[in-house]
C-alpha cells in the first residue's frame, strides 16, 4: 500500500514555470513507476508524462514534450512534475499515479492510466492568459 499527495498546483501566467511534487509513503516507493495525468473540466483524463520504477525511462505526451520533466527522487520518496513554457490549455486537476513493480528489470513506463494501483487527491493547477 502507498499513499500519495500531490502539491505544487497554484496559478500562474501563461509562459510562466511551475513544479509539482507527489509525495508518496508506505512500502517500497523505489520499486514503483510513476505517472502524472490532468482532468480539465469537463474532460477525460489524459497522460501528461511517465517515468520507470529506476527513473531512468521516461515518457511523455505530445503536449508535454519539450515542456515537461518528470523525475523521481528515491531518498525523499516523491516523485516531480517541471512544467515550462505553461499554457492556459494545461489548466486541469493534477494528479500522479504510482504502478508497483514485481521484476526489476522491467523498465518500462505506463502511458495508461488503468496500469496503475494508486492515485493521489489531485491538485490543480491554473494557468491564465
Known amino acids: 500500500q502507498v499513499q500519495l499527495v500531490e502539491s505544487g498546483g497554484g496559478l500562474v501566467q501563461a509562459g510562466g514555470s511551475l513544479r509539482l511534487s507527489c509525495a508518496a509513503s508506505?512500502?517500497?516507493?523505489?520499486?514503483?513507476?510513476m505517472g502524472w495525468f490532468r482532468q480539465a473540466p469537463g474532460k477525460e483524463r489524459q497522460f501528461v508524462a511517465a517515468?520507470?520504477?529506476?527513473?531512468?525511462?521516461?515518457a511523455y505526451a505530445d503536449s508535454a514534450k519539450g515542456r515537461f520533466t518528470i523525475s523521481k527522487d528515491d531518498a525523499k520518496n516523491t516523485v516531480y512534475l517541471q512544467m515550462n513554457s505553461l499554457k492556459p490549455e494545461d489548466t486541469a486537476v493534477y494528479y500522479c499515479?504510482?504502478?508497483?513493480?514485481?521484476?526489476?528489470?522491467?523498465?518500462?513506463?505506463?502511458?495508461?492510466?488503468?496500469?496503475?494501483?494508486?492515485w493521489g487527491q489531485g491538485t490543480q493547477l491554473t494557468v491564465s492568459s
Open positions: 517515468c520507470s520504477w529506476s527513473g531512468r525511462n521516461s
Open positions: 499515479a504510482a504502478k508497483w513493480i514485481e521484476d526489476l528489470y522491467n523498465s518500462a513506463t505506463y502511458p495508461d492510466g488503468y496500469e496503475y494501483d494508486y
Open positions: 508506505g512500502r517500497a516507493f523505489s520499486s514503483y513507476a
